[in-house]
Each structure stands twice: as C-alpha cells, then as structure tokens.
C-alpha cells in the first residue's frame, strides 16, 4: 500500500529566508507525486506534481520540489518566504494506473507559520 | 466557473440524524470524490466515482453512502450520523478517472458537528 510521511508538523520561519518541506513516499515503483497548500478556512490548491521526465519540478507561488528516487522523496522549496505563505501543506502520492481512478494518498500535514 | 461548490458549509446534526453533502462541479470532469480532513490526518478517501452510475469505495467509507447520477453531482449521505463522523468534508473533481496524475479541484469544505 502507498504512504506519505510529513515528518514535520509545524514549521516556523521567517519572512524572508528559505523553506524546505519534507515529503517521504512510500510504493512499489515510481508514483505520480503532488504538493497541495491549504489556506485557512479554505479548500486545497495545487502547488505543482510530477509523474516524468525533469526530477526538479516548478510550480505555482515560486515553490519548486525535487523528486529524488534513491530517498523516495520530494521535497517542496522556496528560495524567499513571504507572509502570504503561511498555510498548510500536503505532499500527496497517487498510483501510475489507468482505469483505477485518482485514488490520492495524502500526509498528515505540514503548518507553515511566517514570522514577520 | 464556480469549479467545485459545496453545500451546505457549516453543519451541526445531532447523534442519529441523518443528512446528505452536496457537491457539484461545472467542469465536466468525469472523476468525483469525497475525502474527510481530522487533525493529525490529512485527508483520507471516503468514496469515488469515474463517471456517471460508477461509484466506489475508497479508504474509510464505513457510515458513507454516495451515488452518482449525473456527471455534475456526487451528493454523500450519512444516515445514521456519529461523533466520530465529526470532519470537514472536502469534495475534488479532476478530468480522465483513469489517470491520477491530473489534478484535483478541491471545494471549500463542509464543516460538520456531531453532537
């Protein structure tokens, strides 16, 4: 069975500096992989995903992550925080299949605080 | 577009009652599914469905009943509502069922209170 693992649950930064966001998958092969942010109050938004071809993916807000096979892990970064960042977190696995339908495995969450 | 609407966004129910979530999308898409939010637990998959009349269950489907009759709306019915059914309700639609590496549109929640 697949698994996610957020091995941080709060995070704090400040306004400014670099973020790094932990995300450990466990599957059999290669899955397609997703970070979500969620503001408060809100529904969950997509940062960016990867399921081929360049292992350092660009998304939305600035972020990037890098999909590293040998630690089955994929990262989320941003080079410069800002205040607006300040959300929740989700890295997200789903299976390489068709016909199986979208069956994401989420983590249990990273809580992004941004110190002024 | 709306995208994914659901209804209502507050809702407290007492042990026993039953109720049904809402969720429509107006982007043609043929994957629906519903995920409950707990603290300290992501999300996890209650149901889906890869089109119209095909409905499945997904991780923690036990108290959940779904059906989907249209391509639009995948309503999810308690009938017997629980504490422990106390959530936040999330409702994501994507295009292509067959293929999980299309993204999910997430609605906004529903928040629901069992006393």
């Known amino acids: 069975a697949q698994s996610v693992t957020q091995p941080d649950i709060h995070i704090t930064v400040s306004e400014g500096a670099s973020l790094e966001l932990r995300c450990n998958y466990s599957?059999?092969?290669?899955?397609?992989l997703f970070w979500y942010v969620q503001s408060p109050g809100q529904g969950l938004q997509l940062l960016l995903k990867?399921?081929?071809?360049?292992?350092l993916v660009q998304g939305i807000k600035g972020f990037e992550a890098e999909f590293k096979r040998s630690q089955s892990s994929f990262n989320l970064r941003k080079p410069s925080v800002h205040w607006s960042d300040a959300a929740e977190y989700f890295c997200?696995?789903?299976?390489?299949?068709?016909?199986?339908?979208?069956?994401?495995?989420f983590g249990t969450g990273t809580q992004l605080k941004v110190e002024l | 577009n709306a995208g994914v609407t659901q209804t209502p966004k507050f809702q407290v129910l007492k042990t026993g009652q039953s109720m049904t979530l809402q969720c429509a999308q107006d982007m043609n898409h043929e994957y629906m599914s519903w995920y409950r939010q707990d603290p300290g637990m992501g999300l996890r998959l209650i149901h889906y469905s890869v089109g119209a009349g095909i409905t499945d269950q997904g991780e923690v489907p036990n108290g959940y009943n779904v059906s989907r009759s249209t391509t639009e709306d995948f309503p999810l019915r308690l009938e017997l509502a629980a504490p422990s059914q106390t959530s936040v309700y999330f409702c994501a639609s994507s295009y292509s069922g067959g293929d999980s590496h299309q993204p999910q549109h997430f609605g906004d929640g529903t928040r629901l209170s069992i006393l």
């Open positions: 990867y399921f081929s071809g360049d292992t």
């Open positions: 599957y059999g092969a290669t899955p397609y």
């Open positions: 997200a696995v789903g299976p390489i299949l068709t016909g199986g339908g979208n069956k994401l495995t």
